[in-house]
């Protein structure tokens, strides 16, 4: 079976086991040295409907796929633990491009401190490529989940938003017939590395979880589908101002060349991957400094309310209409 000697040479190129992992790749199951909480997720990218092999590398591919499901332990404030990988290979993939698969996720999995504890590797018709993550916690009130959400806190985003959609536009041909004097060489390479190239934010979560957050989720889908999610997990309205999204450097132009609004486009824009959190007045503070101790800052945006659902309001304070997040294909 020709896929074993490809198993064998993935294996080679993961990250050396941690002593938690007391058994990994090459027995039947992996067994782990557990802590009280365990978190898991799973997350499915596949070829045509996350990325296309036209505007991926085999490699970025590889750590797309561990980036979203690490994202989401990023977002429970958990401690980064073991990922399980499975690759559906094409008929026309390479061994050499299903290492350098391997090779993205392996990179991300050492830079984040993430164990790969097994995988497995199939062939069929289109590269799909799942990721299994656990992380770990000592205790419940470490984590922070969707549902903490209480009338009267403020609502505030990591970083800067539309990078990611941004770069798609400028991948799939949208974008275009930008003018080049639009976009700055650096700036067009960091859009296209915010889409092909997410950071999971798992050290911002875990501070952010540790220093009094109430909810937070990682921005997948975008703001605007995401907050709803918040909203409706707490059983409350959140109120954003468009107004105060943090726009990425770069994606007001794109946004504009598109004819859209920049902070509508920044707003409804998936992949992202940064953090949305609520924060109870007196944890503001500390949550600013907990994310900027992590690399990253806080923008408040707006505010937590009696209500439900999410309402976006125009910077004229008119409620803006109709914005739904992305939605993958
Ligand atoms: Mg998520």
């Avoid at 209480?150 to 539309?162: D, F, M, S």
């Avoid at 659902?309 to 294909?329: C, I, K, N, Q, T």
């Amino acid at each position: 079976v020709p896929e074993l000697a490809l198993i064998e040479a993935i294996r080679a190129v993961l990250p050396d086991p941690p002593q938690r992992l007391l058994r990994g790749p090459g027995d039947d199951a992996a067994v782990v040295a557990a802590r009280p909480l365990a978190v898991s997720s799973i997350d499915t990218v596949a070829e045509g409907v996350h990325f296309e092999l036209s505007t991926h590398s085999a490699a970025d591919v590889g750590h797309k796929a561990l980036a979203t499901a690490l994202s989401d332990l990023a977002a429970m404030g958990a401690e980064p633990g073991e990922a399980l990988l499975a690759f559906v290979l094409p008929g026309d993939f390479s061994e050499e491009s299903a290492l350098e698969l391997a090779r993205g996720a392996a990179e991300l999995a050492a830079q984040a401190g993430i164990a790969v504890a097994g995988g497995d590797v199939v062939r069929g018709r289109a590269l799909v490529v799942t990721v299994a993550v656990t992380g770990w916690a000592d205790g419940e009130e470490e984590l922070c989940g969707r549902d903490g959400a209480r009338p009267g806190e403020l609502v505030g985003v990591t970083g800067e938003l539309g990078g990611a959609a941004a770069g798609l536009a400028l991948l799939d041909g949208r974008a275009s017939a930008m003018s080049n004097s639009a976009l700055r060489e650096d700036q067009h390479e960091e859009l296209l590395r915010r889409h092909r190239r997410p950071e999971p934010l798992l050290e911002a979560g875990r501070r952010l979880a540790a220093f009094g957050a109430s909810a937070m989720i990682d921005l997948s889908d975008g703001l605007a589908s995401d907050a709803s999610h918040v909203a409706a997990a707490s059983g409350l309205l959140l109120r954003i101002d468009l107004d105060r999204v943090p726009v990425a450097p770069g994606a007001r132009a794109v946004a504009t060349a598109l004819g859209a609004e920049p902070a509508v486009f920044a707003a409804t824009g998936g992949d992202d991957y940064e953090l949305l959190v609520c924060s109870p007045p007196d944890r503001v503070d500390a949550l600013e400094q907990a994310a900027e101790d992590a690399g990253t800052r806080l923008t408040w945006l707006g505010e937590v309310g009696r209500g439900t659902g999410l309402e976006l309001v125009a910077a004229d304070g008119e409620p803006a209409h109709g914005l739904g997040g992305y939605e993958h294909r």
